[in-house]
């Protein structure tokens, strides 16, 4: 197949030595997975179509209006015809496409099989994507029941309570403690409902930042979100089988076992993964079995550690690894399920119980004893 220049092919099954990057060259955030699959199929189509991909990377470049999408289009299709070959120009995006493409492409076209590669890509990126959105959207309504009752509780304290405050003032009425607790909450609502609130998410967006900007910060707040009460399983759950299900991707296109255990670790983006992963690569190089370097880390589960054993030892790790992704993803759908359709009944059922103590002892209370009185005592 012609790339433009020259044929994209690795020598001797490793990378070609990349060239240095031209100056004023920028890196920038990654693709989004809409983006890698719009570039995968794009690749993919001018590969099956033998059509040379400098040009035509170049000119799909120009059809698109910006973003990051085209910055990085526009620059493999410069590195390509500076003589790259196509996995040298996708491994210098290095930030921007994920480490385990380049590999994916190296090995397609070691053996001759790119189009099926490709195909594989789009495949695992469209699953991985639809299931981490599907897991977050599960994950997200309770938050937003949540968030709905504490904004009703609220508006209560600003809007309602003052209201019930005036009549009560008005009559002069001697209020039980938590009538008065209740009007006092109303008067300082501000202060006491909606200025904590807003410290509270800026505290957590600040620590989040702050945690996030160091690898020890980012260990420090993953063990936090796991250690979550259901909300740590799942996402521990969805790590651990995009970890499992690209990593038997890598080894059934024959990646080399230590390479593709620590792309498979970076890309999931999960720093303990991460760091397990590449003490197990170290491990590996010095003759170690998977079985044996997986059970040193105590990344995964016993009985996950024995069918990645036993499926290396077969012959059949691949698909192992494809058996322990598939059971991850139902263990995260039954806890994502879980979210979606008991905890926000759940809190519905907590918030309208504090909400209806609040008005039935609190304010409506006071006021029939009020009416009560009014009437000459007819409404007992």
């Known amino acids: 197949m012609s790339?433009?220049?020259?044929?994209?092919?690795?020598?001797?099954?490793?990378?070609?030595?990349?060239?240095?990057?031209?100056?004023?060259?920028?890196?920038?955030?990654?693709?989004?997975?809409?983006?890698?699959?719009?570039?995968?199929e794009e690749i993919a189509?001018?590969?099956?179509?033998?059509?040379?991909?400098?040009?035509?990377?170049?000119?799909?470049?120009?059809?698109?209006?910006g973003g990051r999408l085209q910055s990085v289009t526009q620059q493999l299709a410069d590195d390509m015809r500076g003589g790259a070959t196509l996995p040298d120009a996708v491994k210098r995006q290095e930030g921007r496409i994920p480490a385990y493409y380049a590999a994916l492409l190296a090995a397609g076209v070691r053996s001759g099989k790119l189009s099926e590669v490709l195909g594989t890509v789009t495949i695992y990126a469209r699953s991985a994507a639809d299931f981490r959105a599907g897991v977050l959207s599960a994950m997200l309504y309770p938050i937003v029941v949540l968030l709905l009752g504490l904004g009703t509780i609220i508006l209560v304290g600003w809007w309602v309570l003052p209201l019930f405050e005036k009549v009560f003032l008005d009559f002069k009425m001697k209020l039980p403690w938590i009538s008065e607790m209740l009007i006092v909450i109303g008067r300082n609502s501000l202060w006491i409902l909606v200025i904590p609130s807003i410290v509270?998410?800026?505290?957590?967006?600040t620590e989040r930042w702050w945690l996030r900007s160091t690898q020890a910060g980012r260990r420090i707040w993953t063990r936090v979100v796991y250690s979550l009460p259901l909300f740590g399983s799942v996402a521990r759950y969805v790590q651990l089988a995009t970890f499992t299900d690209?990593?038997?991707?890598?080894v059934e296109q024959e990646i080399p076992l230590p390479e593709a255990i620590r792309l498979a670790g970076e890309t999931t983006g999960d720093p303990l993964l991460s760091d397990g992963t590449k003490q197990i690569e170290k491990?590996?190089?010095?003759?170690?079995?998977?079985?044996?370097?997986?059970?040193q880390q105590?990344?995964?589960?016993?009985?996950?550690?024995?069918?990645?054993?036993f499926g290396e030892k077969q012959g059949s790790l691949a698909t192992s690894l494809r058996?322990?992704?598939?059971?991850?993803?139902?263990?995260?759908?039954?806890?994502?399920?879980?979210?979606?359709?008991?905890?926000?009944?759940?809190?519905?059922?907590?918030?309208?119980?504090?909400?209806?103590?609040?008005?039935?002892?609190?304010?409506?209370g006071p006021m029939f004893e009020l009416l009560d009185g009014r009437s000459g005592g007819n409404m007992k």
């Open 246 to 250: 690209l990593l038997s991707i890598l």
């Open 298 to 309: 105590r990344l995964m589960p016993d009985l996950i550690v024995w069918m990645i054993g």
């Open 3 to 40: 790339t433009g220049s020259e044929p994209f092919t690795p020598t001797g099954g490793e990378f070609t030595a990349t060239p240095p990057k031209p100056k004023g060259y920028v890196s920038t955030a990654p693709l989004s997975a809409d983006d890698l699959i719009t570039l995968n």
């Open 45 to 65: 189509s001018m590969a099956k179509a033998g059509l040379p991909l400098d040009k035509g990377l170049e000119l799909l470049a120009r059809e698109m209006g």
């Open 323 to 364: 058996q322990i992704a598939q059971m991850y993803r139902r263990n995260a759908e039954a806890r994502a399920t879980l979210l979606r359709t008991v905890l926000p009944p759940l809190l519905i059922i907590i918030l309208a119980g504090t909400l209806g103590f609040v008005f039935v002892f609190g304010l409506l």
């Open 283 to 295: 491990l590996l190089n010095q003759g170690e079995p998977l079985g044996t370097a997986l059970r």
């Open 200 to 205: 509270l998410l800026v505290i957590f967006a």
